[in-house]
């Protein structure tokens, strides 16, 4: 009697871990290749329109688990000590509140961190555009000396002898732990996360007002309106929309201000495109980021110099630079004069900015650490 009451509470014990471990996220699993497809449609909202998805590489609920696996896991650096989560964190949107990013030993990134979500619709990666594809991005941060260092017969390696990525690699791909699944994986994972819930969102595209309270309904109209000054100097619009326009927040045509100098200095610095493409034109050129949670994603620009969002709307309020060569033509729009907005409408932008965080991106399960 007492014999089965002790084998009971094995039992008991191994069944609460088992559960454990499911709602922590990695599966336990014999290693068996029988993936379960995710159809994109459960993944994409209807009114974001479908991405265009890469053709050969399918979401399954073990490529994407594989895929969160292996961004969680500092085992991708060289001394097991920083994950891409370390530098994008889903507190902060999946980025990071440091101006310039730290990574091996402490050595900083040239640029800052990026948020992570509704990648699927970007056509280009980083602040300079210079990856055209995810499953391309993922060795950069992997190998560069001041991320996290990695070389990749190493990390091969590291993949090969570990009994759970041999299991996981197997379970989603058929395939022993290789580089080019890990590719692959991490693709998945990383285009399936989409921020869609924010207060901006269900208020877009502007059917229903009473979404907004007063403030931000204001800054919402000084966002989406053109820039025409009156007779006294006062303009209604702010025209943020050509740049950071659409559900996204985000102008995803690079010809249409997708990539574009707001006029942050008089002449290039970081040459951002123009590093990439050594075209005059493209000198201090960037990618014009989305601005959904962008109340979470502090520091702002590619080099994390102003701390609050008063500080970027004090920029496009009366600190842009028109003399940059390559100030957008939206930008200097209204003739090189600055908006100088008045209090009250720098306080309505940035309520309407508010809006637009997704406070379910920064706690979904389905995106956390799953170990
Ligand atoms: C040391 C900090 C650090 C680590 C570690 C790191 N990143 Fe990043 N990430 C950055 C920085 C900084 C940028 C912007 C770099 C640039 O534009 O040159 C960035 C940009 C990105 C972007 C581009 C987003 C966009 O909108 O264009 C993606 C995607 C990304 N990282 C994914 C990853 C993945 C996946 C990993 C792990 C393999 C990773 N990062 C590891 C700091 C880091
Ligand atoms: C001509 C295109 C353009 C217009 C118009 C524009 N922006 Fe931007 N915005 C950009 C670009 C490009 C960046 C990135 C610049 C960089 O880092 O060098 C940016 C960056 C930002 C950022 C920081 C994002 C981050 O993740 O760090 C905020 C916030 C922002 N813009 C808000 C606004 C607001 C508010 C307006 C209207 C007053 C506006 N923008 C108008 C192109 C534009």
Same mark, same amino acid.
């Given at each position: 009697?007492?014999?089965?009451?002790?084998?009971?509470?094995?039992?008991?014990?191994?069944?609460?871990?088992?559960?454990?471990?499911?709602?922590?996220?990695?599966?336990?699993?014999?290693?068996?290749?029988?993936?379960?497809?995710?159809?994109?449609?459960?993944? !994409?909202?209807?009114?974001?329109?479908?991405?265009?998805?890469?053709?050969?590489?399918?979401?399954?609920?073990?490529?994407?688990?594989?895929?969160?696996?292996?961004?969680?896991?500092?085992?991708?650096?060289?001394?097991?000590?920083?994950?891409?989560?370390?530098?994008?964190?889903?507190?902060?949107?999946?980025?990071?509140?440091?101006?310039?990013?730290?990574?091996?030993?402490?050595?900083?990134?040239?640029?800052?961190?990026?948020?992570?979500?509704?990648?699927?619709?970007?056509?280009?990666? !980083?602040?300079?555009?210079?990856?055209?594809?995810?499953?391309?991005?993922?060795?950069?941060?992997?190998?560069?000396?001041?991320?996290?260092?990695?070389?990749?017969?190493?990390?091969?390696?590291?993949?090969?002898?570990?009994?759970?990525?041999?299991?996981?690699?197997?379970?989603?791909?058929?395939?022993?732990?290789?580089?080019?699944?890990?590719?692959?994986?991490?693709?998945?994972?990383?285009?399936?996360?989409?921020?869609?819930?924010?207060?901006?969102?269900?208020?877009?595209?502007?059917?229903?007002?009473?979404?907004?309270?007063?403030?931000?309904?204001?800054?919402?109209?000084?966002?989406?309106?053109?820039?025409?000054?009156?007779?006294?100097?006062?303009?209604?619009?702010?025209?943020?929309?050509?740049?950071?326009?659409?559900?996204?927040?985000?102008?995803?045509?690079?010809?249409?201000?997708?990539?574009?100098? &707001?006029?942050?200095?008089?002449?290039?610095?970081?040459?951002?495109?123009?590093?990439?493409?050594?075209?005059?034109?493209?000198?201090?050129?960037?990618?014009?980021?989305?601005?959904? &949670?962008?109340?979470?994603?502090?520091?702002?620009?590619?080099?994390?110099?102003?701390?609050?969002?008063?500080?970027?709307?004090?920029?496009?309020?009366?600190?842009?630079?028109?003399?940059?060569?390559?100030?957008?033509?939206?930008?200097?729009?209204?003739?090189?004069?600055?908006?100088?907005?008045?209090?009250?409408?720098?306080?309505?932008?940035?309520?309407?900015?508010?809006?637009?965080?997704?406070?379910?991106?920064?706690?979904?399960?389905?995106?956390? &650490?799953?170990?």
């Amino acid at each position: 009697m007492k014999k089965i009451g002790f084998l009971l509470s094995v039992g008991f014990l191994v069944f609460v871990s088992s559960c454990t471990k499911e709602n922590g996220a990695v599966p336990d699993n014999g290693g068996v290749y029988n993936p379960t497809i995710v159809d994109p449609t459960e993944i !994409f909202p209807a009114e974001f329109g479908m991405p265009l998805l890469p053709k050969d590489n399918p979401f399954t609920e073990e490529g994407i688990m594989l895929g969160r696996m292996l961004f969680y896991d500092p085992m991708l650096s060289i001394d097991s000590s920083i994950s891409c989560a370390s530098c994008h964190r889903q507190e902060y949107a999946f980025a990071e509140p440091l101006d310039k990013s730290v990574g091996f030993r402490g050595l900083r990134a040239s640029r800052s961190s990026m948020p992570l979500f509704n990648l699927a619709y970007h056509h280009s990666y !980083f602040w300079d555009t210079r990856v055209k594809t995810l499953r391309e991005l993922v060795f950069e941060p992997i190998q560069a000396h001041n991320e996290m260092a990695m070389t990749l017969p190493t990390l091969r390696d590291r993949l090969k002898r570990n009994k759970r990525y041999v299991d996981y690699f197997k379970k989603a791909f058929n395939h022993e732990p290789n580089l080019h699944d890990m590719s692959l994986a991490m693709e998945q994972f990383l285009l399936s996360i989409v921020s869609k819930d924010s207060r901006f969102n269900k208020f877009f595209p502007g059917d229903d007002l009473s979404v907004l309270s007063p403030s931000e309904l204001r800054g919402a109209f000084i966002y989406n309106g053109l820039i025409e000054f009156d007779d006294n100097g006062v303009t209604k619009g702010a025209d943020c929309f050509h740049c950071h326009g659409g559900e996204l927040s985000q102008q995803l045509n690079a010809s249409m201000g997708g990539i574009a100098s &707001n006029g942050l200095d008089p002449e290039p610095v970081d040459l951002g495109v123009g590093g990439v493409t050594n075209r005059n034109q493209d000198m201090g050129v960037f990618k014009a980021p989305s601005l959904l &949670n962008i109340a979470v994603t502090a520091p702002y620009m590619h080099d994390g110099r102003f701390q609050t969002l008063e500080e970027v709307i004090d920029h496009y309020s009366e600190g842009v630079n028109f003399d940059h060569p390559n100030i957008h033509p939206q930008m200097a729009a209204h003739g090189g004069m600055q908006l100088n907005l008045s209090k009250q409408q720098k306080e309505d932008l940035i309520a309407y900015l508010k809006s637009m965080t997704d406070s379910t991106l920064l706690v979904n399960p389905a995106y956390s &650490n799953p170990f």
